[in-house]
């Protein structure tokens, strides 16, 4: 117990999955992707190589002093025996209880401790680390289910594929090494149906692996698809629920379920075909060997030792014959999956930053749209040549029909794309040669739907500035008018207040409660521009006025661009911009574009439903 505590000890630490390591695109090849990830851990790998060599080599050695030992009792006094062969027997002692336990427990436990858990974890690290930082468009075209299996199952499959090397390959070849050298020593002549076996074996391989290799990937992908498609379900079951439909939900998992039942059956009809012909092989091998063994000794060709190891090792390398062949095609299963989780994780990332990108700095906070255009890949232009400046301190309202492209601005004030021409400047700073990081620092932002994070209260508004102190978040949370329901939450686990978990995307709380906690993470945040995109349209009437204050509050002194579509909540800022086909239409203050009479007196009008008195209320 005590070796197996020092040995787990010193192991483990081998290989440090969240060693400093650049975020960067792993390549999008099998061969090189692979080799990103074991290069650094190449002497590990080796020396487990060698050692694992040493205890298949010891063990085929037993079967040469079982040969040895059995011609010798045939040849040999009993009372002679050990003056002749004790110092051999004591050889065979060396090699059967110390070496090959102790090269099979140290290649063991580079296995299970170094190899197993540090690959694993070092590619899941690593690759959700750039998958992390892929462009907004990257997570909405795909399910977060897919994607986060792509990324486990990846860890997985390297992780595999090494142990099928070393455990199957190597193994294969140390065993035959040892078969044929043996083999030459006893007679040449038995080495015909171990070439011959060994071709069909080779003809097997290289016929079965590829189809599943190929189903394997098939697999892979389709369940993946079938984790997408539960996790949705599950992400959104509130509209499952409330639509009443959990036919329609059965049968959405039901096609993909169906589909991995075909993959997997594809895949498993591969694998058994490939064993019906591996047996037909291998029982051709031990019949043949044996009968050619008992021809040989009885021409006197061959000892009774002789043929104890020639049947012995047959008979060892059949078993594992099969063995090896499952773990090669595990390794080809495995290199598989390998390839389908590229196609997902190392997909080109279409924001970057500049290669000499600087920090962004906002001491006044003028945002200005110079002649931009924006085209999503549907090529439909989205902004067209569009010219705005808000001045430091500004506050704007952004008013348009449904897709006039009101969230697009945004979007792209937050560099959540690139645009396709013009410039963007924050205080006379192109946004494109600043990191995505520090740019979005600077901005703080609330919007319509918002959801939090599996966490405590405290760390979802702490997400806003991740040094502050507990007393700056209940703070953030007395502004937001957030601490009125915050000490009387209990989560599942019995955690409370500010201490308990909101369940995924913020389950646990009422949508007015979730946009409070937000509004907290951005007055904590504190950031010279803010963006609020419908801020308040969760709350109720009464929370709905305490908020407001305190976001009139936190607007003081920064840029503010809000978005609304109920226009009596921006119809007091500095300034609108009615946009329209991903133009600005029409500018001005809210009297001002009433007195127009155009898009926005339109839509006023609509909205006041012709109540008098409204309209003379805000513009006071």
């Known amino acids: 117990m005590l070796i197996g505590y020092i040995m787990r000890d010193l192991f483990s630490k081998l290989i440090d999955p969240l060693r400093p390591h650049p975020v960067v695109r792993p390549p999008s090849q099998t061969g090189p992707f ?12 080796v020396i487990t190589l060698l050692i694992s060599g040493i205890a298949a080599t010891a063990e085929i050695s037993m079967f040469a002093f079982l040969g040895k030992f059995v011609d010798w009792m045939n040849e040999t006094p009993r009372d002679q025996f050990l003056d002749r062969h004790g110092l051999a027997l004591i050889g065979m002692v060396v090699v059967v209880a110390l070496i090959r336990p102790v090269a099979l427990l140290i290649s063991r436990a580079l296995i299970m401790q170094a190899l197993v858990p540090g690959i694993t974890n070092t590619v899941r690290w690593q690759t959700h680390r750039y998958v992390l930082r892929q462009s907004l468009n990257y997570f909405q075209s795909d399910f977060a289910g897919r994607i986060s299996q792509k990324v486990m199952q990846t860890g997985n499959a390297m992780r595999e594929a090494v142990i099928n090397v070393i455990d199957g390959i190597w193994l294969l070849v140390i065993y035959l090494i040892g078969v044929v050298v043996l083999f030459i020593d006893l007679d040449s002549r038995l080495l015909i149906p171990i070439g011959l076996w060994f071709a069909g074996y080779l003809i097997v391989a290289r016929i079965m692996v590829p189809p599943v290799r190929e189903r394997s990937a098939a697999l892979s992908e389709s369940t993946s698809r079938l984790t997408g498609r539960i996790v949705d379900s599950y992400t959104n079951i509130q509209s499952v629920k409330l639509f009443a439909d959990p036919d329609r939900e059965d049968q959405f998992a039901a096609d993909a379920i169906d589909n991995h039942t075909t993959s997997l059956r594809s895949l498993m009809n591969s694998i058994l075909s490939m064993t019906v012909l591996l047996t037909i092989l291998n029982t051709a091998l031990i019949v043949w060997i044996a009968t050619q063994s008992i021809f040989l000794w009885m021409n006197e060709a061959l000892t009774v030792g002789a043929i104890a190891i020639a049947n ?41 930053d500049h290669p000499d990108a600087t920090t962004l700095h906002v001491p006044r906070g003028q945002i200005v749209f110079d002649r931009v255009s924006f085209t999503y890949s549907e090529k439909i232009p989205a902004i067209r040549e569009l010219d705005l400046t808000i001045a430091p301190g500004e506050k704007v309202g952004i008013v348009g ?15 959540f794309y690139d645009i396709d021409s013009g410039m963007i400047r924050i205080d006379d700073t192109d946004i494109a040669t600043v990191s995505q990081a520090s740019l979005r620092r600077e901005i703080a932002m609330v919007t319509q739907d918002t959801s939090l994070l599996h966490r405590s209260i405290a760390d979802n508004i702490r997400y806003g500035r991740e040094d502050a102190s507990d007393a700056e978040v209940i703070a953030a949370a007395t502004a ?29 709380l009422s949508g007015g409660q979730r946009q409070r906690v937000a509004i907290a993470r951005v007055i904590l945040k504190n950031a010279p521009i803010l963006i609020l995109d419908e801020a308040t349209s969760a709350l109720d009437s009464e929370v709905e006025a305490v908020i407001s204050d305190q976001l009139a509050k936190l607007m003081e002194g920064k840029s503010v661009l809000a978005i609304a579509h109920r226009l009596s909540t921006i119809a007091a800022l500095d300034r609108l911009i009615v946009m329209d086909e991903g133009r ?8 001002e574009l009433i007195a127009a009479g155009g898009l926005y007196a339109s839509l006023w009008s609509r909205q006041s439903g012709g109540f008098l008195g409204m309209e003379e209320s805000v513009v006071a």
């Open 34 to 45: 692979i080799a990103s990830f074991l290069k650094p851990i190449r002497g590990l790998l």
């Open 584 to 591: 600005i239409i029409e500018t001005g203050s809210h009297a």
């Open 312 to 352: 012995g090792l047959i008979i060892r390398l059949t078993q594992m014959s099969a063995w090896i062949l499952r773990t090669i095609t595990s390794l080809f299963e495995n290199i598989g999956t390998i390839q389908n989780g590229i196609e997902t994780i190392s997909q080109k990332t279409s924001v970057v």
């Open 480 to 508: 937001a008018a957030a601490d009125i329901f915050i000490p009387d939450l209990v989560d599942p686990q019995g955690r409370t207040g500010y201490d308990a978990y909101v369940g995924e995307r913020g389950v646990k």
């Open 401 to 415: 029909r449904s897709g006039a492209g009101k969230s697009t601005l945004v979007n792209l004030l937050l560099r």
